[in-house]
């Protein structure tokens, strides 16, 4: 009597907790979704599941009826409480964990040097997203800055994968996640000159065409206002018609 009071208390604090999911009825089924945080790269335990209820005509794809098809999985992203278990959220059956689970298919994870400046005062935390500049010279030995690669989603700072997103960590090194591409471009980058991450909106995925900038994009002026020397207008001096511009190893004349 008293084993079976004991369990009945149990399964009723159980509950209270959201631990246990009610009995599902005619119209619903029971998916799997988190008791509680669920980090990447981490295999999942049983105690961190449970049963929700929820309407047969809703049900979403590829989501787990069962606990046990779920327990000692691995993560490849953190899951939340009460977020819905899906595949595409976890590493491949066979996965052994750690942050290679994390890697989404067909991409690599690449680690470059950062400082304070270049790591974006340690804000650049797991799962943001940064785009890369490359400052260097060119054949010319003229300086000039570009962006590289966009929208690079971080994995890693320093030998960490989850990082609290209140508190900004200043590191020496930053993990990130590239296709081979992407990888081949940044490591070519990284031998010509001096990396910088520029930290992104979440929301934002709208990669940025640019040229580039050189020394006299920063120097040029595009307007040239009248000097004043009392209370007369004096012009400044008229520009010229065309200035040489070195791109690289290609040399033309433009307009300023």
């Known amino acids: 009597m008293a084993l079976l009071l004991g369990a009945l208390a149990t399964f009723f ?6 631990l246990v999911g009610r009995a599902a009825s005619a119209s619903e089924v029971t998916l799997v979704v988190a008791a509680s945080t669920i980090y990447s790269g981490q295999p999942i ?10 309407p047969k005509e809703g049900v979403p794809e590829q989501s787990f009826t069962k606990s046990s098809l779920v327990a000692g999985r691995i993560a490849k992203q ?3 409480p009460g977020e819905l278990l899906l595949e595409p959220k976890l590493a491949g059956i066979d996965s052994r964990g750690g942050l290679a689970a994390a890697i989404e298919s067909g991409k690599r994870a690449i680690s470059v040097r950062v400082n304070d ?25 003229m300086p000039f800055s570009t962006t590289v690669l966009n929208r690079i989603k971080v994995l890693a700072v320093a030998q960490e994968t989850e990082a609290d997103p209140a508190k900004a960590k200043v590191v020496n090194a930053v993990t990130l996640e590239l296709t081979p591409v992407e990888a081949e471009k ?15 909106s979440e929301n934002d995925a709208v990669d940025v065409a640019s040229s580039g900038t050189r020394l006299d994009d920063i120097l040029r002026s595009g307007n040239r206002p009248s000097a004043r020397v009392v209370g007369k207008s004096v012009s400044a001096p008229a520009a010229p018609d065309t200035v040489t511009s070195i791109r690289g190893i290609a040399k033309r004349q433009e307009q300023p």
Do not use: C, H, M
């Open 117 to 141: 400046v270049v790591g974006v005062a340690g804000f650049a935390l797991p799962g943001s997203y940064v785009d890369v500049l490359v400052s260097a010279k060119d054949a010319a030995n």
């Open 78 to 80: 953190t899951i939340y």
């Open 186 to 200: 940044l490591d070519l980058a990284r031998s010509i000159g001096a990396l910088s991450l520029v930290l992104r």
């Open 45 to 54: 335990e049983s105690a961190q599941l449970k049963l929700l209820a929820w």
């Open 13 to 18: 604090v159980a509950r209270g907790l959201g």
